[in-house]
């Protein structure tokens, strides 16, 4: 019914940039939070950025300055421009949604299967 696909990932050399991309389709009436997870090899899956429906944006620390991003609502995407990347960003990204499914609900979370981001020389 709702389904959350991710696209972009890809290798990567050290300092080069990337954009991944979310988009939602199925039966949604609306999107409330909007975000992007990843999860490197040996580590548990960790918040990279969040977007609220209106535009607020939240980064991780370790990737604030070098990430952006952004929300489509028509589109119902969003993207993750990562620029200056690190081996350390190497994970795979999951794109996460918190979506209603009809007017009178409240959001549930979806989830993609993720994208695999490796950045090495």
Known sequence: QVQLVESGGGLVQPGGSLRLSCA???????I??????RQAPGKQRELVAS???GGSTNYADSVKGRFTISRDNAKK???????????????VYYCNADIV???????SPYWGKGTLVTVSS
């Open 24 to 30: 939602a389709s199925g039966s949604i009436f609306s």
């Open 51 to 53: 977007i609220t429906s």
């Open 77 to 91: 995407t969003v993207d993750l421009q990562m620029n200056s990347l690190k081996p350390e960003d190497t994970a």
């Open 101 to 107: 499914r009809r007017w009178f609900s409240t959001g």
């Open 32 to 37: 409330n939070d909007m975000g992007w997870y």
